[in-house]
Each structure stands twice: as structure tokens, then as C-alpha cells.
Nanobody, 124 residues
Framework: QVQLVESGGGSVQAGGSLTLSCAAT???????MGWFRQAQGKEREGVAL????????YYADSVKGRFTISQDNAKNTLTLQMNSLKPEDTAMYYC??????????????????WGQGTLVTVSS
């Protein structure tokens, strides 16, 4: 069983930065990890993912160049550094862990372990 606990959400003005963290426990070896978000009234969408070992990363077009995903395998933690935040980044952010393949990972939600979410609010 995998358990994920997010932290680091909060409120920030547009242009600001936030860092989200996710602490993972359980057997995460060979799982990819990543972040999804869900804005009010919208479907949950994939934001970024990283392969086990960090060799591959992928970002949604909407965050590319602004967000950076990383992981510390020794501490079993996942981080999402979010810079140049925009009001449209406002959402509940969820940490997720799940099996490959990478190509469709952000499109699949049924095969994931999920955290409880952390709220990010960006004001204009």
C-alpha cells in the first residue's frame, strides 16, 4: 500500500512562487510519481510526472517552463517548484503514484494512488 501526503499549498500573488512537497510511504519502487490539479468546476488534469530515478520528466503545456518536478529517492519525497504563478493555476493539487508507461501516465487516473490534496490560490 502506498500513502501520499502533500504539503506546501497556500495563497500567493500572480508572479509569485510556491513549492509543493509530497511524502510517500510504502512500496513506490518502479512507480512513476507526479502531480495533478483540479480547479473548481473543472476536471482533474495532469500537471507533471517523473519516472522512478528521475530520468524522465514530462509537463503539461500549461506549466512547461514554469514548474519543475523533482524527487529525492532517499527520502521518498516528491517536489513541485512552481514559479511565475498565474491565477489560472489556482486549484487543488494532488500527488499521485502509479505504474508506467510514461506516454499516457498523465491521462490515466484509475490506476493511481492519491494524496489528499493541497490548495493553491493565486490572486491577480
Amino acid at each position: 500500500q502506498v500513502q501520499l501526503v502533500e504539503s506546501g499549498g497556500g495563497s500567493v500573488q500572480a508572479g509569485g512562487s510556491l513549492t509543493l512537497s509530497c511524502a510517500a510511504t510504502g512500496y513506490t519502487y518502479s512507480l512513476y510519481m507526479g502531480w495533478f490539479r483540479q480547479a473548481q468546476g473543472k476536471e482533474r488534469e495532469g500537471v507533471a510526472l517523473i519516472s522512478h530515478g528521475g530520468g524522465s520528466t514530462y509537463y503539461a503545456d500549461s506549466v512547461k517552463g514554469r514548474f519543475t518536478i523533482s524527487q529525492d529517492n532517499a527520502k521518498n519525497t516528491l517536489t513541485l517548484q512552481m514559479n511565475s504563478l498565474k491565477p489560472e493555476d489556482t486549484a487543488m493539487y494532488y500527488c499521485a503514484a502509479g505504474p508506467p508507461p510514461l506516454r499516457t501516465w498523465l491521462l490515466r487516473q484509475h490506476d493511481k494512488y492519491w494524496g489528499q490534496g493541497t490548495l493553491v490560490t493565486v490572486s491577480s
